[in-house]
């Protein structure tokens, strides 16, 4: 494949491309944070925005990766925000509406076209990112990483499942595997990185499941279990993630 990966500054016109595919399990849609992000990001943030295009096929996109800036004032070896994924989005909107620039930039998300998954795309992305991140003068660049594999291991505390390497010191979660290969040191976790939250009738419509008794509940795609409360008539799913930190300079 000629891989050409570009960004949405750079390319406007490629844009588009990244509704191409979009995997992820409806209730994660659910999130209210993601728009601040999402829904602006042409106008916000296009020159964190990475886009992979076959150039032999530039119609479809390969693959994608969405970063952004953000403000934290302290060493991202010692401490990351408590509050993940959305604390990130969210330091990055007051940011730019107090029209300050971030100090470090957060990964949020690369996604390889399901069909091309398994072929080494992805270290090409979080290299570019790197790449991108250190071009724009940063020395940074933090990941709230959703390992891709603990949905399998929801019981398993996401401190515990950082931990799990395989024999040859490597993590045993694959995407968790690809941060240390190209250069990342797991900084630590969070168990907050992504809250969602609904009645009981929106998360039956979000899941298909019938939360019908209080408690944990198992859902296909989640990290840890959801809380249902039954008497109250709400659920609660509190995303975990692992921090990783890619130096850059
Ligand atoms: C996570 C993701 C980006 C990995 O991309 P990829 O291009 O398939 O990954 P690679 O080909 O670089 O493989 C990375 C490692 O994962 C392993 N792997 C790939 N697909 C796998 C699968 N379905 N199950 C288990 N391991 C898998 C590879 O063997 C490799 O392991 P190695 O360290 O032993 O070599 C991709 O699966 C994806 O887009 N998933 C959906 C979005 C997502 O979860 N993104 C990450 C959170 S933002």
């Not at 509050?83 to 100090?103: K, Q, S």
């Not at 990112?129 to 724009?136: E, G, P, S, T, V």
């Not at 003068?137 to 395989?166: E, F």
Request: charged share 25%; with cysteine; hydrophobic share 40%.
């Amino acid at each position: 494949m000629d891989l050409l990966v570009t960004t949405a500054e750079q390319r406007p016109d490629l844009v588009p491309l990244l509704g191409d595919f979009h995997d992820w399990p409806s209730f994660m849609n659910e999130d209210p944070v993601a728009p601040l992000y999402f829904d602006d990001l042409e106008e916000a943030f296009p020159g964190y925005v990475l886009i992979g295009i076959d150039r032999n096929r530039p119609d479809r996109l390969v693959a994608k990766g969405y970063s952004v800036p953000f403000t934290w004032d302290r060493d991202p070896d010692e401490s990351l925000p408590a509050g993940g994924w959305d604390e990130v989005i969210l330091t990055a909107t007051r940011d730019r509406l107090a029209g300050r620039r971030g100090t470090l930039v957060s990964a949020l998300e690369i996604s390889v076209r399901p069909d091309l998954r398994g072929t080494g795309l992805s270290s090409v992305m979080l290299a570019e990112m790197r790449r991108n991140a250190a071009d724009r003068g940063h020395t940074s660049l933090v990941a709230p990483v959703r390992p891709n594999a603990k949905h399998r291991h929801p019981g398993v505390s996401i401190v515990d499942y950082a931990n799990l390497r395989r024999d040859d010191g490597l993590p045993v979660d694959p995407w968790l595997r690809v941060h240390a290969r190209a250069g990342g040191r797991i900084a630590g976790t969070a168990v907050r990185a992504m809250t969602i939250a609904g009645t009981l009738a929106e998360w039956r419509a979000w899941t298909g499941l019938p939360f019908d008794a209080t408690g944990p509940v198992e859902v296909p795609g989640a990290l840890v279990p959801v809380h249902c409360d039954v008497e109250h008539d709400h659920a609660v799913y509190c995303e975990p993630c692992v921090w990783v930190h890619h130096r850059l300079m």
